[in-house]
């Protein structure tokens, strides 16, 4: 059976107890958008209960990209 438990941070969903969590994405119309970066932005990511819908937690992969290349920690981008 495949392996669908993909949040580290989600294990199981406090609705419905559910342990199946699915990471969605939702690409570019979602985007997130930093005020100080609006030429940035990055995807929204989300970690949907399998069983019953339930969006359990809502996250960026990468918050750096929402700064300017100058903020940023890392450069390498
Ligand atoms: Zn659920």
Do not use: W
């Not at 809502?58 to 990209?65: A, F, I, L, T």
Request: proline share 4%; with cysteine; net charge positive.
């Amino acid at each position: 059976m495949e392996e669908y438990l993909t949040d580290k941070y989600v294990k199981r969903c406090p609705y419905c107890g559910g342990t199946e969590i699915i990471e969605a994405f939702q690409s570019y119309y979602g985007a997130v958008v930093s005020p100080k970066n609006k030429l940035g932005g990055t995807e929204l990511y989300h970690s949907v209960c399998r069983n019953c819908g339930s969006v359990l937690r809502s996250y960026v992969k990468d918050p750096e990209k929402l700064l300017k290349k100058k903020d940023r920690k890392k450069s390498d981008y």
